[in-house]
């Protein structure tokens, strides 16, 4: 493999440039790989995007499952014929160029960065993935491509993937399960931006068994995204001007004024959201984010935007499979799923033989064991999170997570 490095002119022609290749490795729940690239840029994009949800290590094993990136060139990555077949997943065109049980050859295009052609061999503990130039606004979509081979990763392991959001104190998690719009994510930023909490995610976590722990209990684990944050979480907030100010990756420019957010309707359809990377967050709010915690309770959030104050009331006597409402669709886990077969999940050690938890375990079930609440909330909770989530622990029997 040349150790020459393609930079991408203004006219979009590229040149190779001395550069020297970089290593690191990412694991998650037990799901380990190794990163081989030619671009530079790339562990530091990745750290600012994935960490502290996935560990980084500068010296991985050589036995891991492999991604290696290359940088293509000029012509290195092929223009797709239009009759060639293709997955869409939302914006993304994933187009197949070559399908074989040899050899698998897609070109993934999201139409806002540049494409990535992607080459894999059924059975063997690797994929190349050709970058057309090493400039920073070709990095995204190749740390997307890490996140999902990780998922391969976890799933194989039996990992179960909820929409909820996920806060935590001394390693004790609160679970906050809604449905799309039903407050996690907002609660989850508050907790972490004004209540002291760590937070591992606001949208989607997944529960797992703990490899190389004595205790083989469950965990919660967030999953890297960028957090989407309601303008009306942030009306009152201590850190409302730096939000305005702020040139957000996602925005490109500043927001400016979020003041028309307190006369709009609390709602899926009507909020107004900007979205953060973990680093933005962390770096604004001056939050904490943790991997993963044991989970401790279920918070199920009810956001009323004309009530005062909140109520807060034990759940008891659910059916049997109460949880499984919250898992995660095919929507959700779409940019997870590997549909053209990319990656052998089989390479990757499964859950049991980690010593994690055996094949009898359902983490649902397991979940359905835990102290539940129902929390009715509005808007003026905002100017009190650590009172609120004080009296939410106390209704749970966690008073001392409150401390």
Same mark, same amino acid.
């Given at each position: 493999m040349s150790n020459r490095l393609?930079?991408? +002119?203004? %006219?979009?022609?590229?040149?190779?440039?001395?550069?020297?290749? @970089?290593?690191?490795?990412?694991?998650?729940?037990?799901?380990?790989? #190794?990163? $081989?690239?030619?671009?530079? $840029?790339?562990?530091? !994009?990745?750290?600012?995007?994935?960490? =502290?949800?996935?560990?980084?290590?500068? *010296? =991985?094993?050589? %036995?891991?499952?492999?991604?290696?990136?290359?940088?293509?060139?000029p012509g290195g990555v092929p223009a797709v014929d239009p009759r060639a077949p293709r997955l869409l997943l939302d914006e993304t065109r994933v187009s197949v160029l070559e399908y074989r049980a040899e050899r698998v050859v897609v070109v993934q295009d999201d139409g806002e960065h540049p494409p990535i052609l992607i080459s894999a061999v059924p059975g063997v503990a690797?994929?190349?993935?050709?970058? =057309?130039?090493?400039?920073?606004?070709?990095?995204?979509?190749?740390?997307?491509?890490?996140?999902?081979?990780?998922?391969?990763?976890?799933?194989?392991?039996g990992a179960v993937f909820l929409h909820g959001a996920a806060i935590a104190r001394a390693g004790r998690a609160l679970m906050i399960m809604a449905p799309s719009g039903g407050?996690? @994510?907002?609660?989850?930023?508050?907790?972490?931006?004004?209540?002291? !909490? %760590?937070?591992?995610? %606001? +949208?989607?976590?997944?529960?797992? &068994?703990?490899p190389g722990r004595a205790d083989r209990s469950m965990r919660v684990h967030g999953w890297p995204h960028r957090l989407g944050v309601s303008t009306s979480a942030l009306m009152g907030h201590p850190a409302r001007a730096r939000f305005e100010e702020a040139a957000l990756r996602r925005h490109g420019a500043p927001a400016g004024s979020f003041e028309g957010a307190r006369s709009l309707p609390w709602g899926n359809r009507t909020r107004k959201r900007i979205y953060l990377d973990l680093d933005e967050f962390r770096g604004l709010t001056g939050a904490t984010m943790?991997?993963?915690?044991? =989970?401790?309770?279920?918070?199920?959030? /009810?956001p009323e935007q004309?009530?005062?104050? !909140?109520?807060?009331e034990r759940v008891s006597g659910q059916p049997a499979g109460w949880s499984r409402r919250f898992l995660a669709n095919a929507g959700e886990l779409k940019f997870m799923t590997d549909f053209l077969g990319l990656i052998d999940r089989s390479l990757f050690p499964a859950r049991e033989a980690d010593g994690g938890q055996s094949s009898d375990d359902d983490p649902c079930r397991e979940l359905e064991r835990l102290p539940?609440? @129902?929390?009715?909330? &509005?808007?003026?909770?905002?100017? /009190?999170?650590?009172?609120? !989530?004080?009296?939410?622990? *106390?209704?749970?029997?966690?008073?001392?997570?409150? #401390?």
């Open positions: 393609a930079t991408c +002119d203004s %006219d979009g022609t590229s040149e190779s440039s001395p550069g020297s290749e @970089s290593l690191f490795g990412l694991s998650v729940a037990g799901a380990s790989i #190794r990163v $081989e690239s030619e671009i530079p $840029e790339l562990a530091a !994009w990745a750290a600012r995007l994935l960490s =502290p949800t996935f560990t980084f290590t500068s *010296d =991985p094993g050589t %036995d891991l499952f492999t991604v290696r990136v290359v940088a293509a060139g690797g994929v190349e993935l050709a970058v =057309p130039c090493a400039e920073s606004v070709a990095v995204r979509p190749v740390v997307r491509f890490l996140k999902f081979v990780l998922a391969a990763g976890v799933l194989a392991g407050g996690k @994510s907002s609660l989850s930023f508050l907790a972490g931006s004004r209540a002291g !909490w %760590d937070v591992l995610s %606001d +949208d989607l976590v997944f529960l797992a &068994g703990a943790v991997a993963e915690a044991v =989970p401790a309770a279920v918070v199920l959030p /009810h004309e009530r005062r104050g !909140w109520t807060i539940v609440v @129902s929390v009715r909330y &509005g808007p003026d909770a905002n100017e /009190h999170m650590p009172r609120f !989530w004080a009296e939410v622990c *106390d209704a749970l029997g966690l008073a001392e997570a409150a #401390r």
